[in-house]
């Protein structure tokens, strides 16, 4: 990381930043071009190993890239602001949090953990615990991204 004054190690400041963000952008491989798409997403800490899961369409594109190239890469953002002010543009920049993270994407088949990727999303999203069936499961494919490593960078005010 370039801005080592920017790192984030905390991990109680690392899970403040994925509990306030509530998109991330997964991104896949397709051909000679990477493919992003935005997601609400769960996550837990499956001992030092960040996981987030994430949910779509039994079929299509998102699918199709995740089956045939598990490599892919994760960022979210949030606190997003832009700071500055006057006619000069050098004096403007930004305030933000972000999390940058490479590893592997999978297509989860395990109904249970399904069900518990599903839990974990909606937490994330809600603040609130919902019980998942294993029909409404069913209806949906769930993705895990394992984090091989990440970096956590935040700018604040002054």
Known sequence: MRRNDREVRDRAEIQRILEVAKVLRLGLTDGDYPYIVPLHYGYVYAGD??????????????????????????????????TGEGDIACVYGANYASLMARGEVTVVEDPEEKIEGLKLLMRA??????????????????????????????????
């Open 125 to 158: 999203q809600t603040g609130r615990d919902f019980e998942i069936t294993a029909q409404q499961a069913a209806g949906v494919a769930v993705f895990r991204f394992d984090a091989e490593s990440y970096s956590v960078k935040e700018r604040k005010k002054k």
């Open 49 to 82: 190993v960040l996981r987030f899961y994430m949910h779509g369409a039994k079929e299509g594109k998102k699918l199709a890239l995740a089956m045939s190239n598990p490599h892919a890469f994760v960022e979210l953002d949030c606190e997003v602001e832009t």
